[in-house]
């Protein structure tokens, strides 16, 4: 994992939260919920001082 993909990752649970905030569906929060974990895992594994993240194919999209 790199910088560029971190920050992916970040835009992306920020638009999802957006969506949540605009909409209060079920479906936004719940992906927003997915992103967060996501986000969260990739920085703990970062602040363990791992230097790469293995992600399925399901795990990168999004």
Do not use: P, W
Request: a negative charge.
């Amino acid at each position: 994992m790199n910088v560029i993909e971190l920050a992916r990752i970040a835009a992306n649970v920020r638009h999802a939260q957006t969506r949540y905030f605009q909409t209060r569906s079920h479906s936004a929060l719940q992906e927003s919920k997915r992103l967060e974990k996501k986000l969260d895992h990739c920085l703990a594994i970062i602040l363990d001082g791992q230097r790469e993240l293995a992600f399925d194919e399901e795990t990168t999209d999004g």
